[in-house]
């Protein structure tokens, strides 16, 4: 099984590749932002529990985060690679993913960033807001998941970069431009695994 995580900053275009991803070598995305929103948007308890956390842009705790990840694997047992976009954001996420992929007698096969710069992250966050009224978009709330990001998730790169998973990738460029060059990464995973 092939477990792919996309990584990068809010707003460097992990969605939007994620889905072209999944598309492409059927595998099953989960984005645990898109699983929030939709938690929000039905009004469940969990929504309830996590909208005001996520509107001021600060993280859902580290516990409620795994088990979510746990659920939305199993109901797509059948899969034969996920992707994981938006997660794991903290050191805690990470070896809370890693245990529980050695329970599963899985791992993480690889972790892809998208390298994308400060500028151009809140450029696109701010038309993001335009376009898709966020909540978590705007000017105040972007600052405070870039400083999360910084403080909290980038130290991720060196826990994956010691692991020998870890690639960056130009973020920056035209949508195709930026699938085929992770395409030309992961076509070779996929014909070893
Ligand atoms: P995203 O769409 O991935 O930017 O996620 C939107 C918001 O959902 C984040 O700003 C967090 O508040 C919350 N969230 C999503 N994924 C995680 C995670 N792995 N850990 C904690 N909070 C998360």
Redesign the pocket.
Known sequence: MFNLIIFGA?GSG??TQSAKIATKYHFTHI???????KEIKNQTPLGKR?KE??D???????E??IEIIEKAMDDDDNSHGFIF??????LR?ARDMDVMMHRHKECVSLVLALDVDRQEIIARLLNRAKEQG?V?DTEEVICK?LE?YQNQTSPLIDYYKNQGKFISINGVGTLEGIFAEICRVVDPYLAVN
């Open positions: 809010p992990k969605g984005s645990t932002g898109d699983i929030f929103r996590v956390v996520i001021s842009g600060h993280l859902v705790s580290d409620l985060l976009d938006g997660f794991p954001r903290t996420q966020r978590d998941r999360v």
